[in-house]
């Protein structure tokens, strides 16, 4: 039924079990990987009206979260290769991840998102949500929630 599969990774414990649960999925269902990960964008933090001075260039900083989204999408390769499933990766700098996954999972022409249900907890869960809820809420394309 599902032919090529997103897998969305933060690189967290509950994302590399997830990703396990996503790899034998599409070697049952005969499908390929897309892992994806979004890196965040630089931070600029303002202090009334001007700005802190951070250490970190915009340029080491994309070099940090290039060779973050490398690591944690590494993890997504090697899980497929053992598997025999066909993997590619993507990733996109972008500080909305739900958006992004969104974006991925329709540039790569995916059919199904498989995902982690993990998120804020709390208050601050109940006034943002998770980036699975919102994928849930915005997407156009299956969702796999996995527990």
């Known amino acids: 039924m599902f032919k090529h599969i997103l897998v ?19 070697k049952e269902a005969g499908a390929r990987v897309t892992a994806f ?5 630089y931070p600029v933090t303002y202090f009334g009206e001007g700005a802190l ?8 900083f994309s070099e940090m979260a290039d060779q973050q989204a490398k690591e944690v999408l590494a993890f997504v390769q090697e899980a497929c290769a053992a598997a025999g499933v066909d993997c ?19 540039k790569a022409g995916c059919d199904l998102i498989f995902m982690a249900s993990h998120g804020r907890k709390g208050i601050s869960g ?22």
């Open 8 to 26: 969305p990774t933060d690189g967290s414990q509950l994302s590399q079990d997830t990703v396990s649960r996503a790899v034998a999925f599409a």
């Open 37 to 41: 990960f979004a890196k965040p964008e």
């Open 88 to 106: 590619q990766t993507v990733s996109a700098t972008s500080d909305i991840p739900y958006e992004a996954i969104i974006q991925a999972a329709e």
């Open 53 to 60: 001075i951070d250490p970190t260039t915009p340029e080491k």
């Open 126 to 147: 109940l006034l943002l949500g998770s980036e699975t809820n919102k994928v849930l809420t915005h997407s156009k394309i299956p969702v796999l929630v996995y527990r």
